[in-house]
């Protein structure tokens, strides 16, 4: 027997946009298995000799949907791909196609963005602002349209430490259609030059630009069957569809890696603020409870005026820091270490960003010369310089949201799950408030590093792993011993020369 969300998507066809990426992927796979959905459209950007089709056929081959292909080995089957670009300024979708998804579609959960934190503000607009206002415009055109829900992030104001399931227009030095008008007026880069004054105190383009969606939402979805969906940073798997999925390299997981791989050693972190972090699966999940609760809100009041918004972070009572967080990640060592290391993975934490480069010179810098050194000896291309100056880049986008705390009001989300039946609360699960961290850490590590690492989870490979972090782990004794000696012998010479 179906429950209330299994009926809500039964039979229904769904428009996906952002399908190809990490969320994006598991709403497909939870849909397909979970419920009889009839048919998922997905928007496909179109690759320069690859067809769109052969872009899902891949998809049979990816892990995450390895679940779903043993229970219904024809789920695939429906889900059929749209041609478009977020960055078109029709969306670059075809007049045929467009009419299909007017004619066919009942339910639009518009999910994709550009999550770069440093994305130049003219493609940022276009992908994270544009393209959610001419997806409203095709919304409004959908004739059997029951839900809407848009995918922002809890981060879209950033700019105030206590957010609310609000709206928050009076943050915008500029509102958004005052943005997009200028945009269509001006050269990309007259536009990429105006960034600081119109970003205001937003620490990058991708807030900015989903702060600029949402104002979008607020000024022209009146009328429509819309939700607004905020989770906070994304990572790792816990449970579905394989404990400890992954497929990127942003954020959390990036740092996690970086200080496996022993190549992170310090990072500008504040190790008492509280880390804003939800598994993949809980926001899958809570984007189709999202879905299904607009819909039921839409038969008992057709006006839709108020756009309801649900955030999704940690709960204070069950908070994580950055520094447990680290912790967790350095458990790592003593059950799955990875076995391709250049040292003994530690990472120690800075809050002073002056005293930064001069600790990463000698934390980084300085050993990827002499590593680098060594490579260019061997005959092999030096390579780690160049990526410390991308990690040292990167690290300065995040220091922002490493060094301080936000609190998220999730009544609205509370009160969803609260109207979920116990059926549906099982098997759409977005507790944050139950979630063993200790628990997920475990999963989210064997996940990084057979997905990011590509490292078989096997015995042989984990024993080969801790013969290697023994050797690491004692060489790094040394090189300590050896560094103390060096500063006892300085400070001994300092002394004399007084004396």
């Known amino acids: 027997m179906d429950t209330d969300i299994q009926r809500c998507f039964r039979s229904k066809t769904v428009f996906l946009t952002g399908a190809t990426g990490f969320l994006g992927k598991v709403i497909i796979e939870k849909l397909l298995r979970t419920t009889e959905v009839k048919r998922i459209y997905v928007l496909i950007r179109p690759k320069k000799g690859i067809e769109i089709e052969k872009r899902i056929n891949t998809w049979s081959k990816d892990a995450v949907f390895e679940l779903l292909l043993k229970s219904k080995p024809e789920a695939l089957q429906r889900v059929w791909p749209i041609a478009g670009d977020c960055l078109e300024s029709d969306l670059g979708i075809a007049d045929n196609d467009r009419r299909l998804l007017a004619s066919e579609v009942q339910i639009v959960i518009h999910g994709a963005a550009t999550v770069r934190f440093n994305e130049p503000l003219h493609v940022a607009l276009a992908i994270n602002t544009r393209a959610t206002q001419l997806m409203i415009q095709l919304a409004r055109e959908m004739k059997q349209l029951e839900a809407f829900v848009y995918i922002s992030t809890a981060f879209s104001n950033c700019i105030i430490y206590d957010i609310k399931e609000s ?8 509102s958004a259609d005052k943005v997009l008008a ?47 969906f905020r989770p906070a940073v994304i990572i790792a798997a816990h449970k579905e569809p394989i404990s400890g999925w992954i497929d990127n390299m942003y954020g959390p997981m990036a740092i996690l890696f970086g200080v496996a791989r022993g190549v992170l050693r310090i990072a500008t972190i504040d190790d008492k603020a509280e880390a804003s972090l939800v598994p993949v699966d809980y926001c899958a999940n809570m984007a189709l409870a999202c ?10 009041n057709k006006s839709q005026e108020n756009h309801v918004i649900y955030q999704l972070a940690p709960k204070r009572e069950n908070k994580i820091t950055h520094g447990e967080f680290i912790r967790h990640a350095l458990d790592g060592r003593s059950y799955c270490p990875l076995t391709k290391m250049i040292w003994y993975p530690f990472i120690h934490c800075i809050t002073l960003p002056w005293l930064y480069p001069f600790a ?15 490579l260019w000896m061997s005959g092999r291309k030096p390579r780690l310089v160049r990526v410390y100056q991308k990690i040292h880049k990167t690290l300065g986008i995040l220091g922002p949201f490493a060094c301080k705390s936000w609190q998220f009001d999730m009544r609205n989300t509370d009160q969803l799950r609260e109207s979920m039946s116990e059926v549906d609360r099982s098997l759409y699960y977005f507790d944050m408030a139950n979630l063993n961290w200790k628990e997920y850490f475990l999963c989210a590590l064997r996940g990084m590093r057979q997905y990011l690492g590509k490292e078989p989870p096997t015995p042989e490979s984990i024993a080969q792993g801790m013969k290697l972090i023994q ?25 004399k020369l007084v004396l």
Not at 167 to 174: Q, R
Not at 183 to 192: H, N, Q, T, V
Not at 292 to 299: A, L, M, N, S
């Open 291 to 300: 879905t299904w609760k607009t819909i039921e809100g839409g038969r008992a």
């Open 167 to 174: 709206f928050y227009p009076d943050h915008l030095n500029c």
């Open 471 to 495: 050797r690491l782990k004692l060489l790094h004794h040394i090189l300590q011993f050896f560094l103390c000696c060096l500063a006892g012998l300085a400070v001994l010479s300092l002394v």
């Open 182 to 228: 200028i945009s269509e007026l001006m050269s990309d880069e007259l536009l990429d030059n105006m960034e600081p004054s119109l970003l205001g105190s937003f620490p990058n383009t991708y807030t900015y630009t989903k702060a600029l969606a949402e104002d979008v939402i607020l000024k022209e979805a009146g009328g429509l069957p819309l939700c607004i």
């Open 360 to 374: 990463a010179f000698f934390y980084h810098t300085l050993p990827a010369y002499f590593f680098d050194l060594a």
